[in-house]
């Protein structure tokens, strides 16, 4: 998988170099580009930004630099095109849906905005040769792309086949499709049995894998209806039994 993200400034994504993603780029699973936008000026003062048409507040995102990076990035002579995705507040609430749709991608472009975003032509003009979206992270405001950029490419790359190493599986992660979906995680517990005078659950010393299954099962219903109500809605009746209704 191409991941190409272009930025004023690709120190941001020095944390892909670590972990997960810098074992998965070593292993040549994701192949990851950062662009610095200013290379896509052509002034003393490599200049990205101008007040905006109609005035207001801030600075707006020129279109010249971006025009010239699209096309250096993803050129429309190329064979494959690209996913445009721009992070910005008023977009399309990225969820692990999206995240999963992303991951069966060969290449994504992270455009990241600053200031007061980018100029809306550069949207049209690139939505004439590839598929352009704005995601948003939630309903709080950022002070550019590069943060939610960063979360997009962690959810995205936790589900490339091979990139979390030796975890079975991501399909009982929250959220990840299935018969309990919305689902919120359940607590975790490891060594040591007790740890200043609390004892992990009896049950998962059992060795009882239908009683631990139905105990984390309940656990995940309750911190679900405690946290996030409006999941449970979601849910299909059918998947739930009769003990679950009592939770
Ligand atoms: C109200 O209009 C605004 C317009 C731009 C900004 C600052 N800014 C510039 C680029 C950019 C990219 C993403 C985001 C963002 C995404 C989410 N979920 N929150 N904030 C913010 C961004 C602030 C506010």
Redesign the pocket.
Known sequence: MRLDIITIFPEYFAPLEVSLLGKARRAGLLDVSVHDLRSWTHDRHRTVDDTPYGGGPGMVMKPEPWGEALDAVAPPTAEATPRLVV???SGRPFTQAMAAEYAARPWLVFAC?????IDRRVYDEAATRMPVDEV???D??????EV?VLVMIEAISRLVPGVLGNRESVTDDSFAPGAMESLLEGPVYTKPPVWRERAVPDVLLSGHHGAIARWRRDEALRRTAAHRPELLARLDPAALDKHDRKV
């Open positions: 992070p910005t507040p905005g600053r200031y007061e975003g948003s992270l939630g709080f405001v950022l002070a550019g792309g939610a």
